[in-house]
Antibody, heavy 120, light 107 residues
Framework: QVQLVQSGAEVKKPGASVKIACKASGYSFTMFFIHWVRQAPGQGPEWMGV????????NYAQKFQGRITVTRDTSTSTVYMDLSSLVSEDTAVYYCARGADFGDYVFAFWGQGTQLTVSS | DIQMTQSPSSVSASVGDRVTITCRAS??????VAWYQQKPGEAPKLLIYGASSLQSGVPSRFSGSGSGTDFSLTVSSLQPEDFATYYC?????????FGQGTKVEIK
């Protein structure tokens, strides 16, 4: 079965960077986009970016341009999301999500989430 | 960015009730809308895609409708496991955006 397993919770200071991993299994890794979505406490989800299966193309929300980098390692079926220059407003649960068999534009499979806390 | 305005923000209902949640897009997005259910401490779960197509494994009491800018999600007969928060999402173009959510609470 499709599984997305994320790395563990992180606590960072303002100005620092964080790298969150998302390891995929149960399907052909190169056939589906992987998205990153975050959710701040009490807020709706917020789409951050996406990487295509081949890894040669990424698309980021303008809000995160310059601070976010999404990469993938096909040898380990893992996608990484780097977020730099952290501020307290980046405190949120971060999810990776995979598209559906019928299209990459909805999020059919989700990781368990990674809690990021940014605090001095 | 396309804004998704969801209403109501919360609704109190009883088991067996019919509940409808609406979502309005800031521009025409055809049928590129999905609906998700989220319970506390869990990731969102896809319910509806393409405005009205039921995701595999989702009970038939859930249905979606709409096109253009106005969309709705209906639960025909609320079950205890349906008390949760629901979000719409537009998939018309990047950046994908979500509504702010509707919390369905027990009356």
């Amino acid at each position: 079965q499709v599984q997305l397993v994320q790395s563990g919770a992180e606590v960072k200071k303002p100005g620092a960077s964080v790298k969150i991993a998302c390891k995929a299994s149960g399907y052909s890794f190169t056939m589906f986009f992987i998205h990153w979505v975050r959710q701040a406490p009490g807020q709706g989800p917020e789409w951050m970016g996406v990487i295509n299966p081949i890894g040669t193309r990424v698309n980021y929300a303008q809000k995160f341009q310059g601070r976010i980098t999404v990469t993938r390692d096909t040898s380990t079926s893992t996608v990484y999301m780097d977020l730099s220059s952290l501020v307290s407003e980046d405190t949120a649960v971060y999810y990776c999500a995979r598209g559906a068999d019928f299209g990459d534009y909805v999020f059919a499979f989700w990781g368990q989430g990674t809690q990021l806390t940014v605090s001095s | 960015d396309i804004q998704m305005t969801q209403s109501p923000s919360s609704v109190s209902a009883s088991v067996g009730d019919r509940v409808t949640i609406t979502c309005r897009a800031s521009q025409d997005i055809s049928n590129r809308v999905a609906w998700y259910q989220q319970k506390p401490g869990e990731a969102p779960k896809l319910l509806i895609y393409g405005a009205s197509s039921l995701q595999s494994g989702v009970p038939s009491r859930f249905s979606g409708s709409g096109s253009g800018t106005d969309f709705s999600l209906t639960v025909s007969s609320l079950q205890p496991e349906d008390f949760a928060t629901y979000y719409c999402q537009q998939a018309s173009g990047f950046p994908y955006t979500f509504g702010q959510g509707t919390k369905v609470e027990i009356k």
